[in-house]
């Protein structure tokens, strides 16, 4: 079952991949796409807590600091993004970009970074 669910994470962060270049190079969020996403967060979301070691109840304890420290940082660099972002293409600069360009761009960079910082702070074995 703890693999179905880390499949389900992959599988669903492919599929939110594939609809954030979608949105980003089409800016559009129109035709079937939509359904695309909600379909791609729910595996996504499904198998998150799993495969980051958050599952009930907790056989190791290393790997839920691992993980919650992995969705921390992921969560930081979206922030940083969205400021980035507002910045940039609202406030100050003279570039716009679309709505759809924005989301799927924050979709790509949530899912690449959950499981890069994930990876990465397994592999360093232990955080304090």
């Not at 709505?99 to 499981?115: F, K």
Request: net charge neutral; aromatic share 12%.
């Amino acid at each position: 079952m703890a693999k179905a669910r880390a499949i389900s994470v992959y599988i669903g962060g492919a599929a939110l991949i594939g609809c954030g270049i979608l949105m980003i190079l089409n800016d559009t969020l129109d035709g079937f796409l939509w359904v695309e996403i909600l379909a791609g967060l729910g595996l996504f979301g499904g198998g998150l807590f799993e495969f980051l070691g958050l599952h009930q109840p907790l056989k190791d304890e290393r790997i839920a600091r691992i993980g919650t420290r992995a969705a921390t940082y992921s969560w930081y660099s979206v922030l940083v993004l969205i400021g980035f972002m507002a910045m940039v293409y609202g406030m100050g600069g003279g570039y716009k970009i679309g709505m759809p360009q924005a989301v799927g761009s924050l979709i790509i960079v949530m899912v690449i970074s959950m499981v890069a910082f994930n990876w990465y702070l397994g592999r360093e074995g232990d955080v304090e």
